[in-house]
T-cell receptor, first 113, second 111 residues
Framework: NAGVTQTPKFQVLKTGQSMTLQCAQD?????MSWYRQDPGMGLRLIHY???????DQGEVPNGYNVSRSTTEDFPLRLLSAAPSQTSVYFC????????????FGSGTQLSVL | AQSVTQPDIHITVSEGASLELRCNYS??????LFWYVQSPGQGLQLLLK??????LVQGIKGFEAEFKRSQSSFNLRKPSVHWSDAAEYFC?????????FGAGTTVTVRA
């Protein structure tokens, strides 16, 4: 049972480049979400999804796009990377009722130069 | 909108001493509350959660937390700290499918 898998673990981009952070879970969880973690600011919710075909914005959605075509996958897209997007990104999943804990991936460390 | 405040950025405690981490939230109704721990270079691990019922909840690794509605608080405690408890701790509140985290408290354990 792999849980929540994020790829890549590390990425360096130049300003203006685009990329997709991948997130997959094999627990049949309806709820998936993306957070960014910055020093002194905790984790901030970027986007979330309560099921395939349904997404919504979190606290800091600007500059990021998501889609949820399947239950398993929830990719995060940066269309034009900016230095302000340098951060550690975590994907997480849970059952919609949150009666289980939120399962976190191991994180992606992104640097935008 | 809900928010979570962790007033202490950094706490240093001696091994074997007690630990209390503060968490305050602002939300109109009773929220779902969580405490997570993150060791250096690791993801987040759930310590405990409060949904309803008994206001004193027990978690893993000997941690407990008490929900106090009158104070809008959900403080985390451990009677005797071990060196392995050195980590960053996050309080979180869940409302409307959105999990909001506090800024975190870093715990240093000295021998």
């Amino acid at each position: 049972n792999a849980g929540v898998t994020q790829t890549p673990k590390f990425q360096v981009l130049k300003t203006g480049q685009s990329m997709t952070l991948q997130c997959a879970q094999d627990m049949n969880h309806e709820y998936m979400s993306w957070y960014r973690q910055d020093p002194g600011m905790g984790l901030r919710l970027i986007h979330y999804s309560v099921g395939a075909g349904i997404t919504d914005q979190g606290e800091v959605p600007n500059g990021y796009n998501v889609s949820r075509s399947t239950t398993e996958d929830f990719p995060l897209r940066l269309l034009s990377a900016a230095p302000s997007q340098t951060s550690v990104y975590f994907c997480a999943s849970s059952t919609t009722g949150f009666n289980e804990k939120l399962f976190f991936g191991s994180g992606t460390q992104l640097s935008v130069l | 909108a809900q928010s979570v405040t962790q007033p202490d950025i950094h706490i240093t405690v001696s091994e074997g001493a007690s630990l209390e981490l503060r968490c305050n939230y602002s939300y109109g109704a009773t929220p779902y509350l969580f405490w997570y721990v993150q060791s250096p270079g690791q993801g987040l691990q759930l310590l405990l959660k409060y949904f309803s019922g008994d206001t004193l909840v027990q978690g893993i690794k000997g941690f407990e937390a008490e929900f106090k509605r009158s104070q809008s608080s959900f403080n985390l405690r451990k009677p005797s700290v071990h060196w392995s408890d050195a980590a960053e701790y996050f309080c979180a509140v869940l409302t409307d499918y959105k999990l909001s985290f506090g800024a975190g408290t870093t715990v240093t354990v000295r021998a």
